[in-house]
């Protein structure tokens, strides 16, 4: 893996303060945002089933627009309404 001068400093320093190697970070680094991806990919593929089967809950761009103005207004809507 080719990593620029400024973060092979910073991941040395990182190592030496933690008592582990650069190599053991950067497995631990890359496993974290495997996972994360993975989680992000199947919610995507989740959400996308969803509206493929037609049975969503979707609500128009209007009503979200007219929600998103009303935010932190006295017609803020609660969440009872």
């Known amino acids: 893996m080719r990593l620029d001068d400024k ?11 933690t008592g582990r190697s650069r190599g053991a970070l950067m497995s631990h680094a890359i496993e974290r945002y495997a996972e994360s991806e993975a989680w992000q990919v199947a919610a995507i593929q ?3 089933s ?3 089967r037609a049975d969503a809950d979707l609500v128009d ?3 979200v627009a007219k929600e998103l103005d009303a935010w ?5 809507p609660t969440m009872a309404e």
Do not use: F, N, W, Y
Request: no cysteine; proline share 0%.
């Open 50 to 52: 969803v509206l493929s």
């Open 46 to 48: 989740e959400a996308m």
């Open 7 to 17: 973060t092979l400093e910073r991941l040395s320093a990182i190592a030496k303060a």
């Open 61 to 63: 761009h209007a009503t």
């Open 72 to 76: 932190g207004t006295d017609g803020e």
